[in-house]
């Protein structure tokens, strides 16, 4: 008598088809997976246009100082229509990054908006810390003059004349591996500058530095992080000296496809603990977008931001 026909596979294949949508569907609106799926609508848009997600957009460069709304409830900052102050804000954002300021969210603007970045705001009470301009240091090397790109936080923040000497500590749970490595960070600053480093408990510390996620610190005026992709970390500047990163970051020693590379991101936040700003130099450490996968180190233009600084 022959066997009867088995639908053992197929309930299977069926049941792990149902499982993999599942997830994929969940993973649609996490925004650990997604952290900028809104950005996919507004390819294209412009001033006058009303689309899905462009309040979020508003949100995004609110953040990073390129625009301001005043929150009313009937603000425009809650709606998804592409207004004048969104556009001028779009402009400024791709001047900074060296893109064409056209105000219409083209592939390259939502790309570099993609990437992951520091949470310290490009523009601060209405000064834009990457606008390029004549006050830029100049070097004169012979009968050539180069230009140099780094910024400062308003009136020139930086810690004591004379004090060369600065210590780092770590939060109480921070994991070794993690402390290992931004320690490495503060050795490189300090093989460049005339800044000595020593690590000492973290209550003691000039420089105190600590890893959370979306949940804040005990401080009320620490800022929680965004989640996977987003901001992986950011600092204050002289004299406070803190130092936050974004624990749910898939963090990584060296250049690793995917991961966020540690080390990098210390080197970046720790010149804003000294005082340095952001760059409009790409190639500087101080440059407010730390593309994922990739290792950075510190540029002249870095080196020669600290000279001029501290006069040295």
């Known amino acids: 008598m022959a066997a009867k026909p088995h639908f053992q596979l197929p309930i299977t294949i069926l049941v792990l088809f149902l499982a993999l949508a599942f997830v994929a569907l969940a993973s649609a609106s996490d925004p650990y997976s997604s952290p900028f799926g809104f950005l996919k609508n507004l390819k294209g848009c412009h001033k006058g246009e009303k689309v899905k997600g462009i309040h979020q957009l508003k949100n995004y460069l609110e953040k990073f100082g390129y625009v301001h709304y005043d929150h009313s409830n009937n603000s425009s900052s809650n709606n998804d229509e592409f207004d004048d102050l969104l556009e001028a804000a779009v402009k400024t954002y791709q001047k900074n990054f060296h893109l064409r300021p ?19 705001p490009d523009i601060i009470n209405g000064t834009n810390t990457m606008e390029r301009s004549s006050s830029n240091h100049g070097r004169h090397l012979g009968s050539f003059k180069t230009v140099s790109h780094f910024r400062f936080f308003d009136n020139n923040l930086r810690w004591p004349a004379g004090k060369t000497r600065l210590t780092y500590g770590f939060a109480p749970g921070t994991p070794p591996r993690f402390s290992s490595i931004i320690a490495r960070a503060y050795t490189k600053w300090e093989a460049r500058t005339h800044f000595r480093f020593s690590q000492v408990s973290f209550n003691s510390a000039d420089m105190k530095v600590e890893f959370h996620g979306r949940t804040p610190t005990s401080n009320p005026n620490d800022e929680p992080f965004d989640g996977r992709g987003r901001v992986a970390g950011h600092a204050w500047a002289p004299t406070d000296g803190r130092a936050h990163y974004d624990i749910d970051e898939n963090w990584a020693d060296g250049g690793v496809p995917g991961a966020m590379d540690l080390e990098s991101v210390a ?6 603990q000294l005082g340095l700003h952001h760059s409009e130099f790409e190639q500087a450490i101080m440059w407010s ?7 950075k180190g510190l540029d002249q233009d870095d080196i020669n931001g600290i000279r001029a600084l501290y006069r040295v």
Do not use: A, F, K, N
């Not at 977008?289 to 290792?295: E, K, L, M, T, W």
């Open 102 to 120: 056209t105000g219409v969210l083209d592939t390259q603007t939502l790309s570099t908006m993609s990437m992951p970045r520091c949470g310290c």
């Open 267 to 272: 080197l970046h936040e720790i010149g804003h």
């Open 289 to 295: 977008i730390i593309p994922g996968g990739q290792r």
